[in-house]
């Protein structure tokens, strides 16, 4: 059975991370809007979630969150692009600890499952 | 298969894990979180979505235009709404845009959105939940405290005394409809539930508490309590357990079972009552007794000292003891072996083996007489 709820919530985790990526490469205005737009919406998706590590995604979701802000702003000012780009990856890196607590997530999940 | 099972060296009273009163509360908070997931999202989604056609729409990717759609974005669909603010070249294609973009986000943005995240904030009790948060995060310090079952008549005036005395105790309560009067009372900790279960009385912390009293108007209920809290704590010296009982019969069982004192009240106001007949009170020694029972006064106490046989004082005089010169405590009474009492013994009274000295004095003074009668106390268990 497929939960839907946690498709949509795992749909934006990791769109979080492509659209990352895709700003870096390409360097391009849309690109980091919609990358801040998901990033966003990936944080707000993990209030309240009540499973291990729920405390370690959120926290991960606000770093990304905190770097593409001021990279958005830097990058809209024309003051420090490179910053910016900068500010970017170690939002990628952020997306890529959490995808990895994810995956713990779930490994944790199918042996309690196995368990009980 | 593979299984974690938690058997551990087991405890005697069973394996069951201390009810966590904060965790519940903090869940609650979470619970207004995950509320607030979708309403925020779909906020988030919808000013994203503006911004990026806005700047599509216009070819403009400069950080000024892009606040500037940004603004145009927010007074959309928080229904503020004036014109752009700023100039475009393709104003028809811009508000043919925001025409569509106003009628999908009215509902959805503003509607869902912004309405619902301020109910949820309105209507959650943010402020209860922090109270009680905060009222178990400082209860779980508590230490050396009483439990008291069961909010009542007696109970009440209990924790009367015990706030006089600034004794710290947890009440449990099993009615939530008395959650109210508990309140108005000024009860520091509370819990509203069962206490006969064990993780309600591990989750009030009886492995650090001084003792427990229950008073319910039910026998077999303050029974159910005693035996939980003596499965837990056994050791009838360290944890005091004191309860009510509506006849002798089940006091006698309820001593039995670990209650270490248990009072009968229609026995004890009946000779309450008796004592009043036979000594009627006198304006300055008025209920002398009772108010240091009670502890009205803290500055006076009574504590029974007991002298075993290997005591240095046997055979001595009280006068030559000089009880009251060396402590500052005297000997009111001396309850022989026999049980018979001696009241107010004079200078030539001989200490006897098995004696109970009964000493009254300031309850520092007391402290000192304790010490003072145990420096007497030959130590023969060392060298056997």
């Known amino acids: 059975m497929i939960k839907w709820g946690k498709v949509w919530s795992d749909f934006f985790i990791f769109l979080a991370l492509t659209s990352n990526v895709g700003f870096i490469f390409s360097g391009d205005p849309y690109q980091l809007i919609i990358a801040l737009g998901v990033n ?42 490179d910053l910016a780009i900068g500010l970017a990856i170690g939002a990628v890196i952020a997306n890529v600890i959490s995808i990895i607590m994810l995956i713990i997530e779930i490994i944790f999940e199918y042996s309690k499952e196995e368990d009980y | 298969m593979r299984r974690i099972s938690s058997s551990k060296k087991g405890k005697p009273y069973g394996n069951v894990k201390p009810k966590n009163y904060r965790a519940i509360y903090e869940e609650k908070f979470y619970d207004i979180l995950l509320q607030l997931r979708y309403p925020l999202m779909t906020i988030i989604f919808f000013t994203t979505l503006g911004v990026l056609m806005l700047m599509i729409i216009n070819q403009k990717t400069d950080g000024k235009s892009v606040l500037n759609y940004l603004f145009h974005t927010i007074i959309t669909f928080s229904t503020v709404g004036y014109t752009e603010g700023y100039d475009t070249e393709r104003l028809m294609l811009n508000r043919f845009f925001t025409s569509i973009f106003i009628i999908i986000t009215l509902p959805l943005v503003y509607m869902y959105g912004l309405v619902s995240v301020v109910n949820i904030f309105m209507n959650s009790n943010i402020q209860e939940i922090y109270r009680y948060w905060r009222m178990y995060k400082n209860m779980e310090k508590l230490k050396g405290h009483y439990i008291v079952c069961n909010f009542n008549g007696i109970t009440k005036e209990l924790i009367k005394v015990l706030k006089k005395r600034k004794i710290k105790f947890v009440l449990i309560e099993p009615d939530r409809s008395k959650e109210e009067e508990i309140k108005e009372f000024g009860v520091e ?48 010296e360290g944890f005091y357990i004191v309860s009510t009982a509506t006849n002798e019969e089940s006091a006698e069982k309820m001593k039995l079972l ?15 009552i008796a004592s009043f007949i036979f000594h009627r009170s006198t304006p300055i020694l008025d209920r002398f007794l009772e ?72 309850p520092k003074a007391l402290r000192r007489a304790e010490e003072f009668i145990k420096k007497y106390h030959i130590e023969t268990e060392a060298i056997s």
Do not use: C, W
Not at chain 1, 60 to 69: E, G, Q, R, S, Y
Not at chain 2, 258 to 272: H, L, Q, Y
Not at chain 2, 325 to 347: H, R, W
């Open chain 1, 40 to 81: 966003l919406i990936a944080t707000v998706l993990k209030f309240g979630a009540k499973k291990i590590l729920a405390a370690e995604l959120l926290a991960t979701a606000l770093v990304a969150d905190l770097h593409l802000i001021p990279a958005t702003i830097l990058y809209f000012t024309h003051t420090h692009v």
């Open chain 2, 189 to 236: 900790f509370y819990v509203i539930d069962e206490p006969y279960k064990r993780d309600v009385l591990l989750g009030v912390g009886i492995e650090k508490a001084r003792g427990l009293i229950t008073a319910f108007e039910e026998n077999t209920q303050d029974i159910a309590v005693i035996v939980t809290a003596r499965l837990i704590r056994p050791d009838r």
């Open chain 2, 258 to 272: 670990g209650s270490n004192e248990v009072i009968v009240p229609n026995i004890a106001i009946g000779r309450r």
């Open chain 2, 291 to 362: 108010r240091i029972a009670y502890g009205e006064r803290t500055d006076i106490d009574l504590i029974e000292v007991y002298i075993d046989d290997k005591n240095e004082l046997i055979d001595k005089k009280l006068k030559d003891i000089k009880l009251p010169q060396e402590t500052g405590t005297t000997v009111v009474a001396i309850i022989k072996e026999n049980g018979k009492m001696k009241i107010s013994p004079s200078g030539d009274t001989v200490i006897d083996r098995g004696d109970h000295l009964i000493l009254l004095g300031h």
